[in-house]
């Protein structure tokens, strides 16, 4: 392929002192991909999805945002990068309680000093949460608090959605519905998707399967 990754990662490794986490992960994104990432628990799957959204640090190799090294910006660069062209959903939606939903989906636009109401709108309906606007989290169920999450995750039309077990936390149905906002919008927006998941229903839609284990990824 001859387009620039979206994200680069090359001999990845993160170490807590003399304990490797995971070592030589390679891998390359490039835009509209959807990658699923699997492993056991504990295999450095969340620590991984963090080092590349910047979050955390590694031990060796590189991570390439956009062309962009990482290791070459300092703390305050890395963030302003991670807000334009990031999006992380977690496994616990970590919806705010105080905001109401369309605040919560604005968060990421306000610390870019940006507003647009109507894409608000637009991101509440594609997300089947039309006229739920001016609703707090907690009047919501869990999968829709998730679907709030999603919709603030791609709000700023990220470059790459990260998201971290997305459905773990729901029942199959609320699940399956959940990935199907999730595929749905980050297709149609051309952003690359990297999904951590234990469903091998949500892996199976996935483009790639990528199998994390210590010593690299497959
Ligand atoms: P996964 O998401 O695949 O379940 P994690 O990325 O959460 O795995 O964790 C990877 C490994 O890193 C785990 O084995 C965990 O014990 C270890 N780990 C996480 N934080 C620390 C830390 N501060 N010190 C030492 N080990 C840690
Ligand atoms: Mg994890």
């Known amino acids: 392929m001859s387009a620039q990754p979206i994200l680069q990662l090359q001999g990845l490794g993160k170490r807590y002192g003399d304990t490797a986490v995971f070592a030589n992960v390679d891998l390359s994104v490039y835009a509209g991909e959807f990658v699923a990432i699997v492993g056991e628990s504990g295999v450095g799957k969340s620590t991984l999805l963090n080092c590349m959204a910047g979050l955390d640090?590694?031990?060796s190799g590189s991570v390439t945002l956009d062309g962009t090294d990482l290791a070459q910006l300092n703390d305050d660069q890395r963030a302003l990068l991670r807000r334009e062209k990031v999006g992380f959903v977690f496994q616990a939606f970590h919806v705010l309680p105080h905001l109401d939903v369309a605040q919560n989906?604005?968060?990421?636009l306000m610390l870019l000093g940006r507003s647009d109401p109507a894409r608000i709108d637009a991101l509440l309906d594609a997300v089947g949460l039309a006229g739920l606007g001016a609703r707090l989290?907690?009047?919501?169920?869990?999968?829709?608090?998730?679907r709030v999450a999603i919709a603030r995750a791609l709000v700023h039309q990220p470059r790459l959605l990260l998201a971290d077990e997305p459905t773990g936390n729901l029942d199959p149905g609320t699940a399956r519905r959940v990935?199907?906002?999730l595929i749905a919008q980050a297709r149609e927006h051309g952003t690359a998707l990297v999904l951590v998941t234990h469903s091998e229903a949500a892996a199976a839609r996935a483009d790639r399967v990528l199998q994390l284990c210590a010593d690299g990824i497959v």
């Open 57 to 59: 640090s590694w031990s």
């Open 137 to 146: 989290p907690q009047q919501l169920s869990g999968g829709q608090n998730q």
């Open 179 to 181: 990935m199907d906002s």
């Open 105 to 108: 989906i604005a968060l990421p």
